[in-house]
């Protein structure tokens, strides 16, 4: 049987960050109930191609997933395993951002299947997340890896940012170490884009942030890539680092034009040679 995965879009956070771009808004209870029930309807249309496929990845991105309440999480994925055929070890990732989780969110998406989390930490320097528009605080994003852990789900990624405002390369690699400390199977590390439309890029434009220079901005990279490997980190895409056989089999599986499907704003899909 051929392999599938599905991405689900959550388009809701608690707050706008700074540099985000990315289809999200705050919602409210109202709007998020009626967003995943128009979901789930979304996800019954194309049952037609669950006899073909089999998923082996599920991918639950945003916005936010865990700023909305955990059991719509938990719907959305009985109504997946309703429509399709999951593979027995299938990857369930969920993304999270430590200031929206609590023990009982992380043992409910563990009981609901979910066995990784991806949680977005981007700078474990207060000033630096506050510059961002974070609704989290360095401490938040170690307590919450610990509740992660306690749940039982030891397979995490940390999205972590590069090229910050008033960021210098020691204060990010001290940040970098910090994540390292954390124990995690995977790193991404992202370099700041200036988005269009964003606060952060308002800011930019008045002359009221400095940016690292470009140089400043590509040592972060090298230093960051040569840490991690050093810490047995392996890069496998430009962004992405994990231990050996932590990669993210989801994000593979676009690089490889294995075929997916996309439900929610802004989600698209690539299955049957048509995308
Ligand atoms: C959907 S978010 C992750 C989950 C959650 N929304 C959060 O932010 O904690 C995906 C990741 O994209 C990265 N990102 C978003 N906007 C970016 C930008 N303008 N430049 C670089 N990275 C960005 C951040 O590292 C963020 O964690
Ligand atoms: S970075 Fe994450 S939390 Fe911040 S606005 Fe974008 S999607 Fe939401």
Redesign the pocket.
């Given at each position: 049987m051929k392999k599938l995965g599905i991405y689900v879009h959550i388009p809701f956070?608690e707050k706008?960050?700074h540099y985000?771009d990315?289809t999200?808004i705050t919602g409210n209870n109202e709007i998020i109930r009626n967003y995943v029930n128009a979901l789930v309807k979304e996800i019954r249309l194309y049952k037609v191609h669950s006899t073909d496929y089999l998923v082996d990845t599920v991918f639950i991105g945003?916005?936010?997933p865990s700023a909305i309440d955990e059991y719509y999480i938990r719907d959305i994925l009985d109504e997946i395993r309703n429509y399709f055929i999951l593979e027995e070890n299938c990857e369930i990732s969920i993304e999270v951002?430590p200031g929206t989780i609590d023990k009982k969110k992380i043992l409910s998406y563990k009981d609901a299947g979910v066995n990784r989390i991806s949680m977005?930490i981007q700078s474990m320097k207060a000033n630096e997340l506050a510059l961002l528009g974070?609704i989290h605080n360095p401490e938040d994003v170690t307590k919450s890896i610990q509740i992660v852990k306690e749940a039982g789900i030891n397979n995490i990624n940390g999205d972590l940012m590069f090229g910050l405002p008033h960021q210098n390369i020691d204060s990010f690699i001290e940040s970098l170490n910090e994540v390292i400390q954390l124990n995690l199977t995977h790193i991404s590390m992202y370099g700041l884009i200036i988005e269009e439309g964003t606060l952060m890029n308002y800011w930019y434009k008045k002359g009221l942030i400095n940016l690292p220079d470009e140089d400043d901005e590509r040592t972060m990279y090298h230093h960051g890539r040569r840490i991690l490997e050093e810490h047995g980190f392996k890069q496998y895409e430009i962004s992405n680092f994990s231990i050996p056989d932590f990669e993210c089999r989801h994000n593979i599986g676009y690089w490889k034009l294995k075929p997916y499907l996309g439900f929610g704003i802004s989600a698209h899909s690539n299955i049957d040679s048509k995308r």
């Open positions: 956070c706008k960050c985000c990315f999200s945003g916005g936010t951002n977005g974070r």
